[in-house]
Nanobody, 128 residues
Framework: QVQLVESGGGMVQAGGSLRLSCAAS????????MGWFRQAPGKEREFVSF????????YYKDSVKGRFTISRDSAKNTVYLEMNSLKPEDTAVYYC?????????????????????WGQGTQVTVSS
């Protein structure tokens, strides 16, 4: 069993920054990737970014490329999402997720079905 706890959400003005954290605990030693997803009111959950746990690969949704950066501290079993130049359309509940699955095509980690465990979510609100 794995537990994921997100933190760092909040309210900022457009153009501002936030840093989300997701701490994993439990049986994490075979984790293959961690990702961030978000869900805005009335919309489906969407992929934002993932990182393979060995750090070799990162992947981003097109609309956040150049603004968001995913990183990890493997010693702390923590993944981060640095969000800069935030826009009102970034407003959503952000979820981190952990995958213990192996995929030949790494792009498969950009789908929610690839993940086995989810955090409780943290609200990000960007005002115009």
């Amino acid at each position: 069993q794995v537990q994921l706890v997100e933190s760092g959400g909040g309210m900022v003005q457009a153009g501002g920054s936030l840093r989300l954290s997701c701490a994993a605990s439990g049986r994490t030693f075979t984790m293959n990737a961690m990702g961030w997803f978000r869900q805005a009111p009335g919309k489906e959950r969407e992929f934002v970014s993932f990182m393979t746990w060995n750090g070799d690969t990162t992947y981003y949704k097109d609309s956040v490329k150049g603004r968001f950066t995913i990183s990890r501290d493997s010693a702390k079993n923590t993944v981060y999402l640095e969000m800069n130049s935030l826009k009102p359309e970034d407003t959503a509940v952000y979820y981190c997720a952990a995958s213990f699955r192996y995929y030949t095509y790494l792009s498969d980690y950009a789908t929610a079905r690839a993940y086995d465990y989810w955090g409780q979510g943290t609200q990000v609100t960007v005002s115009s």
